[in-house]
């Protein structure tokens, strides 16, 4: 969503570095350089010139002109600026004192209020509530089947008394002639919430119609729901990528229905982004929730300081993190980190674990996306395809729990029976034994101490042979005689340490390394959020 924003401030920053000081012409430059790459975004021009007013008179004053390190500070400035502008702070739910807590959805039709809605529900339902999905979409054609597909998916029961529309004709209004009447959704709406008290559902969630543009039918038919259920939250549910047209829209709403908090769906499209950066700002009213996919776990609450991390090219850590929590199971990690600690070799049904948990997290590319330094390979993350993860499983799958657990009994007869069944050829299998044997070599070389690891990642305290004893000093090589002998030999061990360098960061199953694309050298561990550095470390 943001990456032309993202690339476009990066290349303004990168003409920062190396400067002691900056010149007002410094700062000028650098704010039409951001204002240029907000507008082209397709942000607001009110939000434009607010944001590039605040940043040059603070990017002017003592706190850019004072700093050991102005460059940096100016970024500084800059993250800060957009956090302010998606809203500061997180905002949550507001859940009522006696139950249910009720929530109503706004929005244009298309903006994906009926699919969010099995979202919300799926997200709440997680997080312990009981929530109830209300059909008072009537008019819309078959939304009342989508929503029950949708609560079906995310196991969410649906309060549906009428079937709405399913006739393909959209309703115009109330009955009479040229138009169509399929039922109330004010009645259906009340209704909904006195069944959700007597079923004692805690959270209902009521999914409304709305229009392809804003129009007083619409508002109307919005503020008499409101009115009839008193919503304690009303969430706008804008499409992510309709851009400028955005926050016409949101201050239209907001007028007619008085919504409480954003929802921004189809954030993982490729549009440029401006809606985010510009209703919170327009309205007033916080961005609390993203949606991202067509998948119910495809939701998330929505962060100011970390979008605003994401579109520097910060990375976002602290949500990579969170998935992988939810996704990862405790006894699975526990039975894993053993057998590391005791050099056990990490077999296919430990792969097969694996796997599973990472789909849980979602697009293995999304996830990637969110790790510092990540920018300069963008090309080769769009290019990668998810579904090499399936056709990898595939061949997992075709082999014998023996085979999972002796990769080396794994001779040619078999190799070619495990191709057969996947549908992969003989090559693919020898390729991904290949990797995993390296895989294995490279966890059991970093819980002895690093020695074959990965290049400048520390061993395991306290475990492997190494760490029982004092290390031995390596003895150096001898250095031959002959002057150019001895020039091939330092240039073939310069490009060794090169190479080893470049690949530190490639995957055991085939993923662009490191050093495969430009700033993957900008990536510094030392940035990486505090408590961060026990998964880099293994311990």
């Given at each position: 969503?943001f990456?032309?924003?993202?690339?476009?401030?990066t290349?303004?920053?990168?003409?920062?570095r190396?400067?002691?000081?900056?010149?007002?012409?410094?700062?000028?430059?650098?704010i039409?350089d951001?204002?240029?790459?907000?507008?082209?975004?397709?942000?607001?021009?009110?939000?434009?010139?607010?944001?590039?007013?605040?940043?040059?008179?603070?990017?002017?004053g003592?706190?850019?002109?004072?700093?050991?390190?102005?460059?940096?500070?100016?970024?500084?400035?800059?993250?800060?600026?957009?956090?302010?502008?998606?809203?500061?702070?997180t905002?949550?739910?507001?859940?009522?004192?006696?139950?249910?807590?009720?929530i109503?959805?706004?929005?244009?039709?298309?903006?994906?209020?009926?699919?969010?809605?099995?979202?919300?529900?799926?997200?709440?339902?997680?997080?312990?509530?009981?929530?109830?999905?209300?059909?008072?979409?009537?008019?819309?054609?078959?939304?009342?089947?989508?929503?029950?597909?949708?609560?079906?998916?995310?196991?969410?029961?649906v309060?549906?008394?009428?079937?709405?529309?399913?006739g393909?004709?959209?309703?115009?209004?109330?009955?009479?002639?040229?138009?169509?009447?399929?039922?109330?959704?004010?009645?259906?709406?009340?209704?909904?919430?006195?069944?959700a008290?007597?079923r004692?559902?805690?959270?209902?969630?009521?999914?409304?119609?709305?229009?392809?543009a804003?129009?007083?039918?619409?508002?109307?038919?919005?503020?008499?729901?409101?009115?009839?259920v008193?919503?304690?939250?009303?969430?706008?549910?804008i499409?992510?990528?309709i851009?400028?047209?955005?926050?016409e829209?949101?201050?239209?709403?907001?007028?007619?229905v008085?919504f409480?908090?954003?929802?921004?769906?189809k954030?993982?499209?490729?549009a440029?982004?401006?809606?985010?950066?510009?209703?919170?700002?327009?309205?007033?009213?916080?961005?609390m929730?993203?949606?991202?996919?067509?998948?119910?776990s495809?939701?998330?609450?929505?962060?100011?300081?970390?979008?605003a991390?994401?579109?520097?090219?910060?990375?976002?850590?602290?949500?990579?993190i969170?998935?992988?929590?939810?996704?990862?199971?405790?006894?699975?990690?526990d039975?894993?980190?053993?057998?590391?600690?005791?050099?056990?070799?990490?077999t296919?049904?430990?792969?097969?674990?694996?796997?599973?948990?990472?789909?849980?997290?979602?697009s293995?590319?999304?996830?990637?996306?969110m790790?510092?330094?990540?920018?300069?390979?963008?090309?080769?993350?769009?290019?990668?395809?998810?579904?090499?993860?399936?056709?990898?499983?595939?061949?997992?799958?075709?082999?014998?729990?023996?085979?999972?657990?002796?990769?080396?009994?794994?001779?040619g007869?078999r190799?070619?029976r495990?191709a057969?069944?996947s549908?992969?050829?003989?090559?693919?299998?020898?390729?991904?034994l290949?990797?995993?044997?390296?895989?294995?070599?490279?966890m059991?070389?970093?819980?002895?101490?690093?020695?074959?690891?990965?290049?400048?990642m520390?061993?395991?305290?306290?475990?492997?042979?190494?760490?029982?004893?004092?290390?031995?000093?390596?003895?150096?090589k001898s250095?031959?005689?002959?002057?150019?002998?001895?020039?091939?030999?330092?240039?073939a061990a310069?490009?060794?340490a090169?190479?080893?360098?470049?690949?530190?960061?490639?995957?055991?199953?085939?993923?662009?390394s490191?050093?495969a694309?430009p700033?993957?050298?900008?990536?510094?561990?030392a940035?990486?959020?505090?408590?961060?550095?026990?998964?880099?470390?293994?311990?």
């Amino acid at each position: 969503m943001f990456a032309s924003l993202s690339d476009r401030l990066t290349a303004t920053f990168k003409n920062l570095r190396g400067k002691g000081r900056l010149s007002e012409s410094d700062v000028n430059s650098t704010i039409r350089d951001i204002r240029l790459a907000l507008l082209d975004a397709d942000v607001a021009l009110p939000v434009v010139k607010r944001f590039t007013s605040r940043v040059r008179e603070r990017a002017l004053g003592a706190e850019v002109s004072g700093a050991l390190n102005p460059a940096q500070q100016v970024v500084k400035i800059v993250q800060e600026e957009l956090v302010g502008i998606l809203g500061g702070q997180t905002r949550q739910l507001v859940l009522a004192k006696t139950p249910p807590t009720v929530i109503m959805l706004a929005g244009l039709q298309g903006s994906g209020k009926t699919t969010l809605a099995g979202k919300l529900g799926k997200w709440l339902k997680d997080q312990g509530h009981t929530p109830l999905l209300v059909a008072a979409d009537l008019q819309r054609p078959n939304a009342v089947t989508q929503l029950e597909v949708v609560g079906e998916r995310a196991g969410i029961p649906v309060f549906a008394p009428e079937r709405g529309n399913v006739g393909g004709h959209d309703a115009v209004g109330d009955s009479g002639e040229g138009t169509h009447s399929f039922g109330d959704p004010v009645a259906v709406s009340r209704l909904g919430v006195e069944t959700a008290r007597a079923r004692q559902h805690d959270v209902v969630i009521v999914d409304t119609a709305g229009r392809l543009a804003v129009d007083t039918n619409l508002m109307q038919q919005a503020a008499d729901i409101r009115a009839a259920v008193q919503p304690d939250e009303v969430l706008f549910v804008i499409d992510a990528m309709i851009g400028q047209a955005a926050v016409e829209t949101a201050q239209a709403f907001h007028e007619g229905v008085a919504f409480t908090g954003v929802v921004l769906s189809k954030l993982d499209g490729d549009a440029r982004g401006g809606a985010a950066l510009s209703v919170a700002e327009i309205t007033g009213e916080p961005i609390m929730f993203a949606s991202t996919g067509e998948k119910v776990s495809e939701f998330e609450v929505f962060h100011p300081d970390r979008m605003a991390s994401r579109i520097l090219e910060m990375g976002d850590v602290l949500t990579l993190i969170e998935q992988a929590e939810k996704a990862f199971d405790k006894r699975q990690t526990d039975e894993m980190a053993r057998k590391f600690l005791a050099e056990e070799d990490f077999t296919f049904e430990d792969f097969l674990e694996q796997m599973s948990a990472l789909k849980k997290m979602g697009s293995l590319k999304s996830m990637l996306k969110m790790m510092p330094g990540m920018q300069g390979l963008r090309e080769q993350l769009d290019s990668f395809d998810d579904r090499e993860f399936d056709r990898v499983e595939a061949m997992v799958r075709s082999m014998t729990p023996f085979e999972r657990s002796h990769p080396k009994a794994i001779n040619g007869s078999r190799r070619m029976r495990i191709a057969k069944g996947s549908g992969a050829t003989v090559t693919d299998v020898n390729q991904l034994l290949v990797r995993f044997g390296d895989a294995q070599k490279m966890m059991k070389s970093l819980a002895r101490g690093g020695g074959g690891g990965l290049p400048g990642m520390p061993g395991v305290p306290g475990t492997g042979k190494k760490a029982r004893g004092k290390q031995q000093p390596q003895r150096r090589k001898s250095k031959s005689g002959n002057p150019a002998k001895r020039a091939a030999e330092e240039r073939a061990a310069a490009q060794k340490a090169a190479a080893a360098k470049s690949g530190a960061g490639a995957s055991a199953f085939g993923l662009p390394s490191a050093g495969a694309g430009p700033g993957a050298a900008d990536f510094d561990p030392a940035n990486l959020p505090k408590g961060f550095e026990k998964f880099l470390g293994g311990s």
